[in-house]
């Protein structure tokens, strides 16, 4: 049973991610958890979730690295698991967002790009996300997903 039913709402506040780089050259969602698709948020498996939106923002462990232009994708899935495999029969494409390249520095900010969600997750479901190009520790993307649990 949710915490609250009338209205309901979050229980639990819940910030979770992973880096979002890899190569990802079609949008079917048909990839392997953990290797080229990246689990940033997992329902609650009793009652589901609440998302309220996710967060890329450029990550470099060099000053003056450009991070990579890039796009982002953005799933709703009934798989989580590492290893697992998400195929367009259980992997399905939200959003995806483009992303400009950016030099890290130690005197100015980075622009992060924020997508709202704002829609309920069932038991177990998961937000996964990709990116269109390969990043490293220089030139990559962190995603964070914002939400609570019920």
């Known amino acids: 049973m949710a915490g609250n039913a009338n209205p309901i709402f979050s229980r639990i506040g819940i910030v979770s991610g992973s880096t979002a780089g890899t190569v990802a050259t079609f949008s079917s969602g048909s990839y392997t958890v953990g290797t080229n698709i990246f689990n940033v948020f997992t329902a609650d498996a009793t009652n589901g979730s609440f998302v309220q939106r996710i967060r890329f923002i450029p990550i470099s462990t060099t000053a003056a690295t450009a991070t ?3 796009l982002h994708r953005i799933y709703v899935s009934s798989v989580s ?23 890290p520095a130690t005197t100015t900010a980075v622009a992060y790009i924020e997508v709202p969600l704002n829609f309920a997750l069932p038991p ?8 269109s190009t390969t990043s490293t520790a ?6 964070s997903v914002f939400g609570g649990a019920y």
Do not use: K, P, R
């Open 68 to 70: 990579t232009a890039t």
């Open 81 to 103: 698991a590492t290893g697992a495999t998400a195929t367009a029969a259980n992997t399905w494409l939200f959003q995806e967002v483009a992303a400009a390249a950016q030099t």
């Open 124 to 131: 177990g479901y998961s937000i996964l996300v990709n990116s």
């Open 138 to 143: 220089n030139t990559g993307w962190a995603a």
